[in-house]
């Protein structure tokens, strides 16, 4: 596409930074670079025409680990490195909240419940003989035990009878705080140009040529905050990783309130009101999902539905409303990659599963690097 000189001069010339992604990471990056630099012209290039991957198809958990998930992160990091992992989602929603309020977000806290499966008794009875140390280990990061056993209130079938429950956890609508934040970076001044994938870019000695499907210009600095497509375009070890999650329709007198974890985190549901999202499953099939193609299967979807059917809802009707997926970054450690790639190219991915919790900090610390 030939653009005319009124849009490149509009549009695409003397940019001080592009940021590639319009996601959590992209959008918080933004903000702070306006604080840091009020008068740079920002622009932010995303392809999708809403903002694609996982910031707004995911499952809208204001999540820091349920106790299996930091059992098993122990087994590979130390727990020193646990504490802080949990303490950097701890501390960004926190800043998540700050940012953009509770209420413009939806923000609840109703606590975060890992069921655990008949089945699962020895995973179960490990969880309860290590909840004192996880507590411990914790307390400097929440002030107060980070877990505590509840009864199966909810009547959920073929589970044990007591949730791990981290009474910190929240949930808020994932749409309305992307809104919210979308508002708040334009209203300070960046552009945000939909539609546009960015195919590679080019080096210089003072400027970085971005290559997009649809047209080149220049840009003094280039981040990349693409996550689980971050691959595409740099050389860092981010894999794609697919999410599927459907919804019921509205469930009349439904009881269920708060986050559920159940099977190590494969699998996650909470209540939108008077509905209930479920997704997970990637664990029937790693390599499959292991894609950043957006898409259902019927493998995950009917193990959805089974799930909902025998253990969530298994005395009440209920009609699946919609299906999709999101794509999230992971990588062999927890923790994001935030550097420089080169003298004028930076990048803020791999969030694995996480971004809600530490996108807002992942963006800041992004744009701190120009300090």
Known sequence: MNLSYWEYKTWLSNINFTIVGSGIVGLNCALYLKKLFPKAKILILERGHLPQGASTKNAGFACFGSISEVLSDLKKHSEEEVRQLVLKR?????????????????????????????????????CLDKLNRINSLLKPVFGADAFVVQPNSFKFKGVQKNYITNPFEGQINTGS???????????????????IAVEGYQENMDHVVVKTDQFEFKTNKLFIATNGFASQLIGEIVKPA?????????????????????????????NIENRILLGGGRNLDFKGEETSSFGETTLIQNRLEEILRTIILPDTPFEIDLRWSGIMGMGNQKKPIVKQLANNVYCGVRMGGMGIAIGSLVGRELANLMK
Do not use: C
């Open 90 to 126: 701890w501390e960004g929603i926190q800043l998540l909240r700050e940012n953009l309020g509770d209420e413009q977000m939806d923000y609840q806290n109703n606590g975060g419940h890992e069921i655990f499966l008949k089945e699962q008794a020895d995973l179960y009875d490990d």
């Open 242 to 270: 697919r999410a599927q999650v459907l919804i019921t329709k509205p469930i009349e007198n439904l009881s269920v309130k708060g986050t559920f974890h159940l099977d190590e985190g494969y699998y996650y549901f909470r």
């Open 177 to 195: 705080m992307m809104k919210t934040l979308l508002a708040k970076v334009q209203h300070s001044g960046v552009t945000i140009l939909n539609a």
